[in-house]
């Protein structure tokens, strides 16, 4: 692996320097503890045309008012507030939400295509043209990101099942396609990225479950049509083709939602990037390993499972959570910084000139204000 360089700062002028392994660094100024808890208004433009609003209203959906502002959460009891007060919570959920196979990971899809050297660059076995001209290749690694007979699910399927549960989920849009989402129902699920549930026969369009192309993934081999022996290609979205993401419903939906929550996503691919951008005065919060480019009312920066089991632990919904509040490290304007073991976790360094966000991904230092 080559060299990292990093993005810091110090005594506020930014730096560029080299570091080992994974870390990338910037600065941060702490709050004072002692500073009462506040949830301030920020400026922030109307959400949606005039002629939008109408199409919303004619749809039965209220928009917002003009004043409803996103703020900024300077307590972790504000969050848990938001949480708890909400009653259409719309989520976001990536992969650093789920257990599910990592395409990136050592042992991975991508990996193996790199050391069996039969693409260019591994995610070409994603591109849509390069698919049709040779399924073989696909299907060959498919088995490294199909799910397993008897999946796992994680903490954050869980409490997204318990927010269902308790009538407080608006919609769920899963950017993942490990079918791994437990417990929600259809009209409350979007994967938008499509997912294993569903493959068609690219010949006459037939579908096939996941148990119907099974075999043929754990052989490597492409599978085929029950009814006319024509490819099958996997529900996945690939590059080249639409998201699922259906537009007029995601608007509704951003209108609608009285909390976002984004959980393990950087939200760099569009459509769903986008999202935030719909909703620029609904509160929200990111539970994420580290800060990303948008605006947010809170920045919960961990493991996302030790976080949402501290969420579950403070609204009364699980057993006490192992992490105490005075473990919580605060920095302005609005990033609480939750302890972990992991070595891939946002951690802080402190020196005597400054304190420095330690991440696993480069972090912009304009991300962090």
């Not at 591994?122 to 043209?129: A, G, N, R």
């Not at 999946?151 to 993942?176: M, T």
């Not at 994420?288 to 030790?306: H, M, P």
Request: glycine share 6%.
């Amino acid at each position: 692996m080559g060299p990292t360089y990093t993005i810091g700062m110090s005594k506020r002028i930014p730096h560029f320097s080299r570091m080992q392994d994974h870390d990338y660094i910037t600065s941060l100024d702490k709050v004072d503890r002692t500073e009462p808890y506040y949830y301030s208004p920020l400026s922030s433009s109307q959400v949606g045309k005039s002629d939008f609003n109408r199409f919303l209203s004619e749809q039965g959906v209220r928009a917002r008012p003009s004043y409803w502002s996103r703020g900024q959460c300077k307590d972790i009891r504000s969050v848990i507030s938001l949480i708890n007060n909400s009653t259409k919570i719309l989520v976001i959920l990536g992969a650093g939400g789920s257990v599910g196979p990592d395409f990136r990971s050592p042992g991975g899809l991508y990996d193996s295509i790199a050391k069996a050297a039969v693409l260019e660059d591994p995610s070409q076995v994603f591109e849509i043209d390069t698919f049709f001209q040779d399924p073989s290749i696909f299907w060959r690694f498919a088995h490294t990101i199909f799910p397993s007979e008897k999946p796992e699910h994680s903490k954050v399927h869980f409490f997204i099942e318990e927010l269902q549960r308790r009538g407080k989920l608006l919609r769920l849009y899963s950017q993942n396609v490990d079918t791994l989402e437990v417990g929600i129902s259809p009209e409350k699920l979007r994967c938008v990225h499509g997912s294993w549930r569903e493959n068609k026969c690219h010949r006459c369009g037939a579908v096939h479950s996941i148990e119907d192309i099974r075999p043929h993934v754990v052989s490597g081999t492409v599978p085929v049509c029950q009814f006319c022996a024509g490819p099958i290609k996997p529900g996945i979205v690939f590059f080249g083709e639409s998201t699922n993401l259906n537009r007029v419903e995601a608007e509704m939906d951003a209108m609608e939602a009285d909390l976002l929550l984004v959980i393990g996503t950087s939200l760099r691919v569009a459509p769903i990037s986008e999202f935030p951008k719909y909703m620029p005065n609904i509160p929200s919060i990111l539970i994420n390993r580290t800060v990303i480019d948008c605006q947010f009312s809170a920045r919960l920066l961990g493991e996302c499972s030790d976080i949402i089991d501290y969420i579950e632990a403070e609204l009364g919904w699980d057993d006490d959570s192992n992490i105490l509040v005075n473990q919580i490290q605060n920095y302005q304007p609005n990033i609480f910084i939750f302890p972990s073991n992991s070595p891939l976790a946002s951690r802080v360094v402190q020196n005597p000139r400054s304190d420095f966000l330690v991440t696993s991904v480069p972090c912009d230092v304009a991300d962090l204000m």
